[in-house]
């Protein structure tokens, strides 16, 4: 094989990768444009739709392909009582008081995984297949294909619930203004519900395409940061940002771990967030918010 070839197909796990970091960072910019809250729990929330999965499909002997639309729910469910029960009552308060509540939810669920399937990490029944796809004389792992296609196809329909569903339009109008949100008539608390439903239920997807492509781990929410470094790339309040930065940091992080070893993935995800705070913290696509004093 080539070396060209082979930086081909590098690239294509790449964007396969930054396909799922895409839709792993759709959540956190959902959540984010609706309730203005950083929710690092997303990542563990990933997490646990990859551990429902494994409940149902390996511990209830569920077809996959019912486990999986169950695991998703679940994460949905776990996203709207969290918003129900603690974020909302929350609302007013300073932002780093609720983002540290993420931060000790996300604690709360890993100590919850660990204490009811361990530490060890787990291996989720095959419902994809090991059957390798070539793109012409390309190789490519086919769950990172699936992966890929799945997480493609998610995201477009959400860009079109968001243009043409009432819900959808009712979250935009909600991010872009609350008070003028309120007097259209737009239940502004259940807007909040359905933002973190929604966010946390894609989540938990993405989670389950992770686990199936690399196993699962009370660890595996680590996933989540690069997903937030993404966020951050792209812009806090902005999906197209999300959708291009999530690929071309699966596209560095690729070609960082393939030429330079596995320990430099991290290292070129975090030094591109430092360079992007340094000369553009509001993000590729974010908005730049002005204040007068």
Known sequence: MSDFLFFLEVSLAGLGSGALLSLTALAFVLIYKATQVINLAISEILMMGAYIFFAFAAGLGLSPWLALPLAIAGGGIIGGIVERGVIRSMLGESPISIFMVTVGLGSVLVGLVEFIWGAN????????????????????????????????????????????????????????????????GINVPAVFSLSWIIGCGAAAGAGVLLGAIGGISPTMGAFGLSALVVVIVGGMDSVAGALIAG??????????????????????????????LMVRPYGLFGTREIERL
């Open 121 to 184: 990490p787990r291996t989720l029944p095959d419902f994809i297949g090991s059957a390798p796809v070539f793109i012409g004389e390309l190789y490519v792992s086919r769950k990172i294909a699936v992966g890929f296609c799945v997480a493609a196809v998610v995201i477009a329909v959400f860009l079109v619930l968001f243009r043409y569903w009432r819900g959808g339009v009712a979250l935009r109008a909600t991010a872009s203004d609350q008070a003028a949100a309120y007097s259209c």
């Open 247 to 276: 690929l071309v940091i699966g596209l560095v992080e690729a070609w960082a771990g393939t030429y330079l070893g596995g320990e430099y993935k991290s290292v070129s995800t975090f030094l591109i967030l430092i360079l992007m």
